[in-house]
C-alpha cells in the first residue's frame, strides 16, 4: 500500500520558471491538501480539494494553482516561481466521514523546493 | 484566527525517562486535535487524533490528552527509547480538514 506518493522528491529552479509537482494517493480518499513547510513556522495550507471536481484556497494560495485530476491525483503548479517559494511541499489526504471532520491527515515525502 | 503553539521547541532526555510535550492553541472552537511525528526528510505520521468529545487517546506508549477550555493538548511519552527521536507537531482540526492549523514542533532527542 503506497499511500500518498509525490513526485519529484527534490528540485531547482530559476525565477520565472514553470512547473508542476505531482500527488497521487491510493486510499480513495476523497479530500486532498497541498501544504508547505518553512524553517521555524508549521504548516501552511496552500490549496485543498474537499471532493472530486472541487478545490479552494487555503491559507497562502498566491503564485499557486492546482487541479484535482480525479479521485486519486491533485496537482499544484507554479506558473512563474519566485526565491520566496523555496519551501518542501507535502501533499495530503483524508476520508472524511459524515460530518466532514475527525479524520486523520496521511502525508507524501514531500519535494524539496529551491527557487534561485 | 487560530494559532497552536508548542513547548519546548526543543527537548533532549536520556533513554526510558517519561516524557510530555505541549500543544497550546488559541481558539477552542475546535473538532480535534491531531499528533503527529516528522522524522528528518519524511513526511508527517499521524499518531493519535482526539476528537473534541474526548479527552484522551492512547496508542501504545502514547498518551494524548485535550483540555479545549484551557486550549491544551499534551502527548505524553512512557519510557522513551531513541528511536522515539524526531520532530513532534499537533494540529487543531476545523471542519473538513482545510483548517487544520499546525504548531512548529518540538524536535525530541532521546539519548542512548
Known amino acids: 500500500n503506497a499511500g500518498v506518493t509525490q513526485t519529484p522528491k527534490f528540485q531547482v529552479l530559476k525565477t520565472g520558471q514553470s512547473m508542476t509537482l505531482q500527488c497521487a494517493q491510493d486510499?480513495?480518499?476523497?479530500?486532498m491538501y497541498w501544504y508547505r513547510q518553512d524553517p521555524g513556522m508549521g504548516l501552511r495550507l496552500i490549496y485543498y480539494s474537499a471532493s472530486e471536481g472541487t478545490t479552494d484556497k487555503g491559507e497562502v494560495p498566491n503564485g499557486y494553482n492546482v487541479s484535482r485530476l480525479n479521485k486519486r491525483e491533485f496537482s499544484l503548479r507554479l506558473e512563474s516561481a519566485a526565491p520566496s517559494q523555496t519551501s518542501v511541499y507535502f501533499c495530503?489526504?483524508?476520508?472524511?466521514?459524515?460530518?466532514?471532520?475527525?479524520?486523520?491527515?496521511?502525508f507524501g515525502n514531500g519535494t524539496r523546493l529551491t527557487v534561485t | 484566527k487560530q494559532e497552536v503553539t508548542q513547548i519546548p521547541a526543543a527537548l533532549s532526555v536520556p533513554e526510558g525517562e517519561n516524557l510530555v510535550l505541549n500543544c497550546s492553541f488559541t481558539?477552542?472552537?475546535?473538532?480535534?486535535l491531531q499528533w503527529f511525528r516528522q522524522d528528518p526528510g519524511k513526511g508527517l505520521t499521524s499518531l493519535l487524533l482526539?476528537?473534541?468529545?474526548?479527552r484522551e487517546q492512547t496508542s501504545g506508549r502514547l498518551n494524548a490528552s485535550l483540555d479545549k477550555s484551557s486550549g491544551r493538548s499534551t502527548l505524553y511519552i512512557a519510557a522513551s527509547q531513541p528511536g522515539d527521536s524526531a520532530t513532534y507537531l499537533c494540529a487543531a482540526g476545523g471542519h473538513y480538514g482545510q483548517n487544520f492549523v499546525f504548531g512548529p514542533g518540538t524536535r525530541l532527542s532521546v539519548l542512548p
Open positions: 486510499m480513495n480518499h476523497n479530500s
Open positions: 495530503a489526504s483524508s476520508a472524511p466521514k459524515e460530518g466532514g471532520y475527525n479524520s486523520p491527515l496521511h
Open positions: 482526539i476528537q473534541s468529545s474526548q
Open positions: 481558539d477552542s472552537a475546535i473538532y480535534n
